[in-house]
């Protein structure tokens, strides 16, 4: 990684074994790059994210960054020459066996003295850093009627508790099997998590979804922070919502924050829009701090699983058993079969976003992902709509879908997601969401949405001081302040639809 120099760093080897290097900025053709294993003259333009050859290639040879293979070339590439999707294509095919290989465990990072934050201690021992009330509808039929609850309960109420939302979905009737119990699962997880100091839950009547078997599935919620009922039966829903809002606030505003241990933590890792430099700034320095709580006694969940393949080996390698090993391959080939029982290839990604940004490859795209996950041992694989039960890295099953696997995210536990962009985005979900951007140019473009710059990192920036920083705001925002997506009113959920629609 970069370190204090007199000179602007124009070009990255990230490995002395790669046989390309990233370009920091946009490089002319004839530029003459320095790199600690020799000059490169370029022999076209290379975009600032992207990649160039630092020496020849014959055609059908592994690319290597990371020092991992992040695809093959297609044609004769020369030193100098631009690399990307005119000349260079993905490995990824089908479903794979793994063997079973694991490394010893990484050395435990030490978060430092005084990593506390002020959380809201719930009953069943879990932690929120948030205190709010959460409307939550059934079904898509009543999801505005959820909406103009949670406005107007917010303009009544809203100062006594955190704030008052409405989260609504299209879902919940029409769905068969197990896309219908899925719903369920997200609802109710949703429902118990622990920055809801209250939930509300709006029915329809007639739905696939019936709020019985919804409240099924939420044993152990504390039922003076719970109301329901079903729109069909109320005089006038809006009414009996806020009512029922109200008694919950009641209950909410009585709960205080309190020191809570870094262990308390449940942290989303997530990147949306990544570029060339997701895998070199914000991923590895979000990395850094899933170690530190992890180490701690918390736990990092790390999702998007088509963005793993290619890279599932790096996470299999530490996983905490053989039982956990086997339950990442399965999780990848199962994943990958979703794929191809519908007709489509398993590296159908990067998307056009990322390709403009400098990522050619799912590979390359992988290899970076994962390092979100920094080096902690994989200790637990949840299952959609399950949520982490112990300490360590947890892998969760999602698709890449930002909306999507954040919502995933949220139902697992996390009350502090961690999103990593190259290109930017203001989405945001219940939980508070920290946009860090991986270069210093975004962050500038887009101040509203971004809440950190990992692209310091190459203007000279130690990666330890970096992450210190960026532990810092996490200890902020799990303590009241508000992210960015919370200052912005940016707050969604999005469920993932697998089955048949009636």
């Known amino acids: 990684m970069p370190s204090d120099r007199s000179a602007p760093l124009t070009a990255l080897q990230v490995h002395a074994e790669d046989e390309v290097a990233i370009a920091l900025t ?50 004769a590439v020369a030193a100098g020459d631009w690399v990307h999707t005119h000349n260079m294509v993905t490995g990824l095919s089908g479903t794979l066996e793994y063997r079973y290989q694991p490394l010893a465990p990484a050395p435990a990072p030490d978060a430092g003295a005084g990593a506390t934050f002020q959380g809201y201690r719930r009953a069943d021992g879990r932690v929120g850093t948030r205190n709010e009330i959460w409307v939550l509808c059934t079904v898509g039929c009543v999801a505005r009627t ?14 006594r508790v955190d704030g008052v939302h409405a989260f609504t979905h299209p879902f919940g009737c029409s769905q068969l099997g197990s896309d219908l119990e ?24 007639c739905e696939s979804l019936q709020m019985k078997w919804l409240l099924e599935a939420m044993d152990g919620v504390d039922p003076a922070r719970l109301r329901w ?11 009996q919502g806020l009512a029922a809002v109200e008694e919950l606030v009641a209950v909410a505003e009585q709960d205080r924050r309190q020191p809570c241990d870094l262990s308390d933590l449940v942290v989303g890792l997530k990147c949306g829009g ?23 006694g918390g736990t990092p969940i790390l999702t998007e699983i088509p963005e ?41 990604n990067p998307s056009p976003g990322n390709l403009a940004g400098g990522i050619t490859t799912l590979e390359e795209k992988s290899l970076g992902a994962v390092q979100k996950g ?4 994989v200790t637990q694989v949840l299952r959609y709509g399950q949520r982490a039960q112990s300490p360590g890295l947890a892998l969760l099953e999602a698709p890449g879908n930002d909306a999507v696997s954040a919502t995933a995210l949220t139902a697992a536990g996390a009350t502090v997601i961690l999103f990593t962009t190259g290109r930017g985005t203001p989405l945001g979900f219940p939980v508070p969401t920290l946009k860090i951007a991986t270069n210093s ?34 200890l902020d925002t799990a303590s009241g302040k508000p992210a960015r997506n919370e200052i912005n009113d940016e707050r969604e959920i999005a469920l993932w639809k697998t089955g048949v629609t009636l």
């Not at 080996?313 to 339950?327: D, G, I, N, T």
């Open 441 to 474: 140019a975004l962050a500038a473009a887009k101040p509203r949405w971004i809440d950190f710059d990992a692209g310091a990192l190459l203007d000279g920036l130690g990666m330890e001081a970096l992450a210190d920083a960026l532990q810092q705001l996490v």
């Open 26 to 75: 946009d490089l002319a053709e004839g530029t003459v790059v320095s790199l600690a294993t020799g000059d490169v003259r370029l022999r076209q333009a290379v975009p600032h994210g992207h990649k160039f050859a630092v020496r020849a290639l014959a055609a059908g040879q592994p690319v290597h960054k990371y020092g991992f293979a992040i695809g093959r070339t297609t044609a």
């Open 146 to 159: 959820a909406r103009r609850i949670a406005e107007q309960a917010e303009r009544h109420f809203g100062g």
């Open 274 to 296: 990544s570029d060339g430099f997701s895998g070199i700034t914000a991923n590895p320095v979000v990395g850094r701090i899933a170690d530190r709580v992890a180490a701690a």
């Open 229 to 239: 009922f079903n729109s069909q039966l109320a005089d006038d829903e809006v009414e």
């Open 374 to 377: 920094g080096r902690a041992t």
């Open 182 to 205: 899925h719903t369920r699962q997200m609802l109710a997880a949703l429902a118990r998590h622990p920055n809801a100091g209250g939930v509300l839950l709006v029915g329809l009547g």
């Open 308 to 348: 793993i393949f290619g890279a599932e080996r790096m996470l299999m390698a530490r996983a905490q058993s053989r039982e956990v090993f086997e339950q990442i391959g399965t999780l990848v080939n199962d994943f990958k079969r979703y794929f191809l029982d519908h007709g489509q290839p398993v590296h159908e």
